[in-house]
């Protein structure tokens, strides 16, 4: 029987090296004559620049180059829409944006450099509150956005700060709220946070003198990264070459632009030399990339038995000073805002708004948290007045195998209501009722329980190339970065279980794009799926050829012979008495010690739409969170006593590092929800980018917290896997708000769930109105 | 019309990096905590190691490790032979031999630690000269050395210093010999030089905490260096990986195991850091590698019609203390050392010998510039003797397309006619009688022609990876190291042909073992055969594959379809009325900008034998030199009036680059001709390891030189090429010394030509002896 490797809990394969720290992250990327960058940023949130006097700074020994957008005029990036200068071009648009950038000797010299040079602004009306934006009066953050290069999708609004709106339609909502017996409307707000990744954004870029720029970075997407630049800069794509870094951490915020194009510009100007720049924490939290904040108004119907009729969903999306990624986060969210249930008719509509605040962007499930605040906490509002069981009420409407979803795409593989029973049954929803009460009168227990679907970028290539190196251990390459999700060890495994060699045998590098082919991005879940399906290809393109090489040496057509176990043997029906060939000897008899075998793979799923729908997905992912809290009415404390999450993996590739996401993003989930939240002052300064004012939780903070995964094997993916990495974070904010609604009758409808909320909830309850 | 690439003179894509110094050559390459090694060296030839007492040293600040042989017992490198300890075990074999290692915080400490290590010696006899070393009184280098590891076409010798035997016969010479009217018998000394790089040997090396090595190394085998440390460590391909940088010259010095074991051994004791060796010039000269000193006897029959009846040629190579490529030198070499002539008998062999001398290894031509040296001195001395015109001989014998050569190899694509008859002409050899004799009476004029063949590593395998990028571009990934040859510029044109893009679109990188696919080396002069071969399949298959795409889009099978000039349109003959496509709009149609395609390339060339000789070779080298020299008959000063050199290049894929190799060829065999030597006093130490005692031609040295290519198009090369990085140093020495002797009678048969050989030569004719 081969040995198999796929679905053992394997040790990382990466465990080693990050263990004792020498694996490389992009601080720790050192190079020969290497300069240090810094950037000077704009004091104001929206500003004229009136002049720049950088005169002082140019005295200062050891500084090699000082940049301003004057440097690059019209150049303009961005993925989905190019509205991204290198360096501001005329105004500054939110407090934090890159204004002149210095390159030194050293890190020393460019912070004093800094704080030598002189920008004279002048201050014009700024608007931070994505609702107000969206008005006729509202100052505008980009004059003419809509002449900017978009992707096709987008439909920015003219003379407005409206950069897209987003719309799916399913049915006819006015005939399902007609057939509705009750209908329920509600706002709901999901608050901005910051990823908070324990390494810092940033990147060493070099120009070499042949005019092409090598990037050292820890982008999630070394080919978009390419790509953007290439646009960019008007070269070809093979001008750029981006050698992919470990990550310590991304959860959204380490692709798109970012300090990227500062680096390159400075990289311009300094007779070849390498230029690094490293955020500071500050930086990080307050001019990089935050969680999108978003209102949401859910809008349902219903009949008495329960069937929703009819859902429109209307968000708002704060993107901030610059697109980045919130057109599409704002598309991708939109089409996933009604959730994992069966509703006919269907109503969906994002807008995507320019403030002069930090940019916005991805964030670890690319806006389907902020839905799924909202789709479950009105799901939980209906089920509450309505007087039914919240669970009951979702089991009523859940996706099940073959329905249709929301955006009219025939659902297969879906494990949510297996999630939804396992985490009831975990957190103990059936006994919830005869749980004991705190000993404390003045303490109140309650139980929530949430559901979360979400769509993944489609469609989108990854390739990956598997060398069968001469002694039968193979070199697998791919453009997947390694961002801590384990994707390494997971490619290990998919090579060596169809190879049929130890998983000790197989290599996986990380991403170079002058060698490694293509991958759209480490992204959208889609590592696992995507990827281990070309890695899945590319490796039975090998045994295919290993077969047909044997065939040669066996005399006997390479179909009769299966490669297994590391050797290749004839089929059992093929009746052949020939002894097996190791890997090893096949490569020797024909090619002594000098042969390889290429093998290729390339995954492009693309999904059929029927017309009725447009927004295709070639997997969803699903998952429940249940929770558990106690709530002390006194101090408006939330106590969480446990938080479960049951995650629908398809098929586990490896089962630890699975569970390892699971719990991550619960414990994300519940940072986000109850103690993370970015504070601005009236001018657009953040008042808490710091990480001793900025609570993230700690491994104190931490519930009895359990973690399942379930199977429902997915047709499509490599070996049944699903990508998981988004979506564990997507309903814990929900869970935890309906337990303390549970606990106490306080309906939050603001993130985050904090003890002042609570007071004031219960304050209000006290005073007859209804909470909030 | 498709715009070609092939063929053109593009300037070399390197050139840019190259000429603003910011190219990364072996030196250059600083990692973050990167530490320093040194090595201490055997002060004697032949020496047991009593003790070694390395305290001294480890009181030093800043010495992280210090490594002897007894760290790695029994751990044995080497490619063709495994006699190599990473440091000396027990005995030292040659002045150089590494005994103790030091890496240290920096190159200062480390030099100053290595002089506080004592090591004790006890002095055993040793040998210099391959003929005593033959003897069985002699001393023996490697006790045992039948028992090493070996590839098998090694046949050493027991209890002897013969590493190994190569023979290669045809026909039967004693009935060639009997069949000739005369036979000549004479031996001729070719001398020990060094390679001499501009670029010293270095090396960086790294074990991280996973067990894997990474070297950052000018190794022109990036593939099989990694081989190499494999079985040396026993380790599989995958826990080590090369990466390489640019090679500032190798000429057949940069491969094999030089200071990489050495660098391996610290990386294990410093706690995962980099270590970084470079040699000293010293160190470069004495105790890296050299190019073999070599006997050869050549005993030819003739009739008196001047067809040659049969040769037999028996070499004997000094290998220095280690096998290194010393055994496939000689078995290569051998097999060439009859000349490129038609031989019907013959009989060749080479004893490659162990003596305590520094290591000698490939040199350009791969010990074929000895033979050569051999051969034609051997045709010049019968001309003479005989009283034909040299070139009239040669061309009376030469080898012509389908003819058998002295391997019994049918010849194809051979040039080797056409380079005698164009050098011939361009030195005015018709005329030579009638040339004007020098002003003063002392000096003579004289000249000389030569021609040389040279086989290449058959079978060997060259594998590529093409990546077609979304915009259109290439990136070309390959194991060939750019060594200075111009390979990257090769590639590109064939890759540009191929695809029908311009060359500014394709990027060809240097080698990274765990993401560029295998290659044998960038040896053997195959890069432009092997590897052109391997990057037109890949790129051929990409056109492939875009034709089916195209086919898709167009509704008609790929076959109806070509891919030209960068778009892919109908075959002539397809009678579809369809538009041209270009690249980029099929990559867009099908995948938008997520696409690209995979091409490969595996190119393994076998040549069948039948069985009468054993020594293929996929193609031949061939080209010829002439020289016009003026003798100072009172001082023996040789001035080289003209030099040319003409050079069969089967068709030059960039013609100027081919140039380069031919003109830079002629200098290097005429620096190894007139004034580069070694010289060991008679305790084996090298007494003139610099480049102030060591005379290499300076451009202030280099006479008139015209260099030509000649077409004789291959039908095995990539449009016709063929490889001539080797051959093109081979005759200079042999058409020197024949011009020297047609200017004043004195026949030179061991190089250098030097003034005093030359002066003692008049002497002896003076007194009426033969010159020497």
Same mark, same amino acid.
């Given at each position: 029987m081969p040995e198999h490797f796929v679905g053992k809990p394997i040790v990382r394969v990466d465990a080693a090296e990050k263990v004792t720290g020498t694996a490389i992250f992009g601080p720790d990327v050192v190079l020969s004559g290497m300069l240090y960058g810094k950037i000077l940023r704009s004091p104001y949130a929206h500003a004229k620049i009136k002049s720049i006097d950088a005169s002082r700074a140019w005295e200062l020994w050891g500084v090699r180059a000082i940049v301003t957008g004057d440097d690059f005029p019209g150049i303009l990036g961005g993925e989905a829409m190019k509205d991204l200068p290198f360096l501001a071009q005329g105004k500054v648009r939110y407090v934090g944006d890159p204004v002149v950038a210095v390159a030194a000797e050293s890190l020393e010299i460019a912070e004093e450099a800094i704080k030598l040079i002189q920008v004279e602004y002048e201050e014009i009306p700024a608007v931070f509150d994505p609702r107000e934006a969206m008005k006729e009066s509202a100052p505008i953050v980009h004059e003419n956005h809509h002449q900017y290069q978009h992707i096709p999708v987008m439909k920015p609004v003219p003379n407005s700060n409206i950069m897209t709106v987003s719309e799916f339609s399913k049915g006819d909502t006015d005939q399902g709220f007609a057939e509705a017996d009750c209908v329920f409307e509600d706002t709901f707000y999901s608050h901005s946070i910051q990823h908070a990744p324990i390494e810092l954004h940033s990147v060493v870029a070099q120009m070499t003198a042949d005019g092409k720029y090598t990037v050292w970075v820890p982008n999630d997407g070394p080919h978009r990264l390419r790509k953007d630049l290439s646009d960019a800069l008007k070269i070809?794509? $093979?001008k750029i070459r981006v050698l992919s870094t470990y990550i310590g951490g991304g959860f959204g915020s380490k692709g798109g632009l970012k300090l990227e194009p500062v680096a390159v510009a400075l990289a311009q100007k300094v007779n070849h030399r390498p230029v690094k720049i490293v955020n500071t924490r500050e930086e990080e939290f307050s001019a990089c990339v935050v969680k999108h904040a978003t209102y949401l108004t859910v809008k349902t119907g219903i009949k008495?038995?329960? $069937?929703? $009729?009819a859902r429109e969903v209307t968000s708002i999306w704060d993107a901030g000073a610059y697109a980045e990624k919130s057109p599409t986060v704002c598309m991708q969210a939109t089409a996933a805002s009604a959730g994992p249930y069966k509703i006919p008719h269907v109503k969906l509509k994002g807008y995507c708004v320019y403030t002069n605040k930090v940019i916005a962007g991805a964030y670890r499930g690319y806006g389907v948290p902020q839905v799924t605040w909202a789709y479950e906490s009105a799901m939980d509002v209906i089920a509450r007045k309505m007087g039914w069981d919240p669970l009951e009420f979702r089991l009523k409407n859940i996706l099940r195998e073959g329905d249709e979803n929301p955006t009219g795409q025939p659902v297969h593989s879906i494990g949510v209501e297996e999630c939804l029973k396992k985490a009831a049954d975990v957190i103990g929803w059936e006994k919830r009722k005869n749980a004991p009460a705190p000993a404390e009168s003045y303490k109140k227990r309650g139980f929530g329980i949430c559901c979360a679907a979400k769509n993944t970028k489609t469609p989108s290539g990854a390739a990956a190339v598997v060398l069968l190196n001469q002694d039968g251990t193979a070199n697998v390459v791919t453009s997947t970065v390694e961002i801590g999700q384990g994707a390494k060890t997971i490619f290990t495994q998919i090579a060596a279980e169809v190879l049929g060699i130890p998983v000790e045998k197989v290599c996986v590098s990380n991403p170079d794009t002058d060698l490694s082919p293509y991958d759209a991005s480490t992204t959208s879940s889609r590592a696992t799926f995507h990827m281990g399906n070309a890695v899945k290809e590319a490796a039975e393109d090998i045994k295919k050829q290993l077969c047909n090489l044997a065939g040669e040496i066996m005399g006997c057509p390479g179909d009769d012979l299966i490669a297994e176990g590391g050797e290749v043997r004839p089929k059992d029906q093929a009746g052949l008495n020939k002894e097996p060939l190791p890997y090893k000897q096949i490569m020797m008899k024909k090619y002594g010690a000098g042969g390889t075998i290429l093998g290729r793979g390339f995954y492009y799923p693309e999904v059929k739409t029927n017309g009725m729908w447009s927004a295709p997905s070639i997997f969803w992912m699903y998952c429940a969170h249940a929770a558990e809290v106690e709530v002390d009415t006194e101090t408006g404390k939330v106590d969480i006593i446990k938080l479960v999450a049951a995650q629908d993996v398809g098929k586990p590739i490896n089962p630890v590092t699975c569970l390892q996401q699971v719990e991550g993003g619960a414990i994300m989930g519940m940072g986000a929800a109850m103690s993370e939240s970015l504070i601005f002052d009236n001018k657009g300064r953040m008042l808490n980018p710091t990480l001793h004012d900025y609570k993230l939780p700690t491994f104190m903070d931490l519930p009895d917290l359990e973690s399942f995964i379930i199977d429902a094997p997915d047709?499509?993916?490599?070996?049944?896997a699903k990508g998981i990495g988004e979506i564990v974070v997507a309903p814990t904010m929900a869970a935890l708000a309906a337990a303390i609604e549970d606990a106490v009758g306080v309906r939050i409808k603001e993130g985050p769930l904090s003890e002042e909320k609570v007071i004031a909830g219960l304050e209000k309850l006290e005073s007859g109105q209804e909470a909030r």
């Open positions: 070809p794509l $093979t008495k038995d329960g $069937t929703i $009729t047709q499509n993916g490599p070996f049944g």
